[in-house]
């Protein structure tokens, strides 16, 4: 089981930026495919960023161009820039992982990633 630590979740206000960053408390010698994932009140948990074992990385339109994910698998962290953030950002975001190294099937469905995060609260406010 991966142990996954999330830090870095903050109040900002709109139009700044956060860095997010998770830590794998282990690392398959095969890489996973990797992701971040948000919820906000009243809302599902969507999707936002996702990254395959060999750095392939994928977007959720909403915050295409304005995220970036990134993974170090030397230092076992998976990052989530985050710029011109708007209010409607705000949630809370979690990494995951999947024991697989691409994202298929199904590679924004919740229920394919196995391990998960606590959570990091982001407050973006106009």
């Known amino acids: 089981q991966v142990q996954l630590v999330e830090s870095g979740g903050d109040s900002v206000l709109a139009g700044g930026s956060l860095r997010l960053s998770c830590a794998a408390s282990?690392?398959?010698?095969?890489?996973?495919?990797m992701g971040w994932f948000r919820r906000a009140p009243g809302k599902e948990r969507e999707g936002v960023a996702i990254?395959?074992?060999?750095?392939?990385?994928y977007y959720a339109d909403s915050v295409k161009d304005r995220f970036t994910i990134s993974r170090d698998d030397s230092k076992r962290t998976l990052d989530l820039q985050m710029n011109s953030l708007k209010p409607e950002d705000s949630a809370i975001y979690s990494c995951?992982?999947?024991?697989?190294?691409?994202?298929?099937?199904?590679?924004?469905?919740?229920?394919?990633?196995?391990?998960w995060g606590q959570g990091t609260q982001v407050t973006v406010s106009s």
């Open positions: 995951a992982s999947r024991p697989s190294y691409e994202c298929v099937p199904a590679p924004w469905s919740e229920d394919k990633y196995t391990s």
């Open positions: 282990e690392w398959l010698y095969n890489r996973r495919c």
């Open positions: 990254v395959t074992g060999g750095d392939s990385r």
